[in-house]
């Protein structure tokens, strides 16, 4: 049976699959420490090299891992400033605001949500001055963004994968 008819009998969306242990762990593993060896992540999780290998091949294969990245602490990177902006925007623009949010300097983070805003923005900003013209004179300027509404972000955790099912 092929894996989007499989996908639909469960009430997955195609292309998903069930993730075990030894894969979350490997996740896991990677999330820490993107730069780990095969052999490392092998020892870890206790299985062969070929084993460790396999899976992660599958996982960026599968799309499971969209790629590497280096986990950055903004404020000794010169982005000492971080907020959260909320926006409301004009019904069925989301694309284009998307791509406009993109282009910013230190967005970091965009996201379609529902409830009292429309879009949930991460930004990584040198200071509260910056911060200050990024929302007021590139932000408010979007055409589609009818309002936003900007939080501060006093500190924050990075959390790794969690067991969850």
């Known amino acids: 049976m092929a894996a989007e008819q499989m996908a639909g009998d469960d009430k997955r969306p195609a292309g998903t699959r069930d993730l075990d242990a030894i894969d979350r762990a490997i996740l896991r593993l990677l999330q820490e420490d993107g730069r780990a060896s095969i052999r490392s992540v092998a020892d870890r999780v206790h299985v062969s090299r070929a084993n460790a290998y396999a899976r992660i091949n599958r996982l960026i294969d599968e799309g499971v891992i969209r790629g590497f990245t280096a986990r950055v602490d903004h404020e000794r990177a010169g982005q000492g400033a971080s907020a959260y902006i909320t926006l409301k925007i004009v019904q069925n623009s989301w694309r284009t605001v998307r791509e406009q949010l993109r282009a910013l300097p230190g967005a ?58």
């Open 108 to 165: 970091a983070h965009i996201a379609l949500v529902s409830g009292d805003f429309d879009v949930l923005l991460l930004v990584h900003t040198p200071d509260n001055r910056a911060l200050r013209e990024l929302v007021l004179t590139r932000i408010q300027n979007i055409p589609e963004v009818l309002s936003t509404r900007t939080l501060l972000v006093f500190e924050e955790t990075d959390l790794s994968v969690t067991d969850s099912p």
